[in-house]
């Protein structure tokens, strides 16, 4: 399972992408959400939006430590100046949620290289910067 922090307000766009048919370059002709052409287009949110494992969404909010619940949850636009201020304070830190160098704990921390949390927190600090300065509520689930 996973889990995507995003902010359900901000407004989206269309995005191009490539069709999940494409193979080896050729798209199916038959195929129905795309006819045929290899691209399709989907409305997509203006801000970042961040898809991790739920295993990790828990072990990013238990170390954030605001908002625990990682199946589902919102930090309020009030909430994020703490949150903003934890992640630039985790950004300091750069073993926080680094996983002991085991085959165990790669399987066990779903594959969290060392810095894997350090590249969350900073997408998270985007995000967050940018709904607050919008103000919109960041959620996840
Ligand atoms: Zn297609």
Not at 35 to 49: D, M
Not at 53 to 73: K, M, Y
Request: glycine share 8%; charged share 15%; net charge negative.
């Amino acid at each position: 399972m996973s889990v995507t922090f995003w902010c359900p307000e901000a407004p989206t766009q269309p995005a191009q992408e490539e069709c999940y048919c494409v193979f080896e370059g050729a798209a199916d002709p038959l195929c129905t959400l795309c006819s045929g052409s290899g691209t399709y287009t989907h409305q997509q949110s203006v801000l970042p939006a961040i898809n991790v494992t739920s295993v990790n969404a828990g072990a990013i909010l238990q170390t954030i430590a605001i908002g625990s619940d990682e199946s589902c949850g919102t930090w309020t636009v009030e909430q994020l100046d703490l949150v903003i201020m934890r992640l630039r304070s985790l950004l300091t830190q750069p073993d926080v949620m680094a996983a002991p160098p085991s085959r165990e704990s790669i399987v066990y921390y779903c594959g969290r290289s060392a810095d894997y949390g350090q590249r969350r927190f900073s997408q998270l600090l985007e995000l967050a910067e940018k709904a607050k300065a919008a103000g919109y509520r960041v959620t996840w689930g």
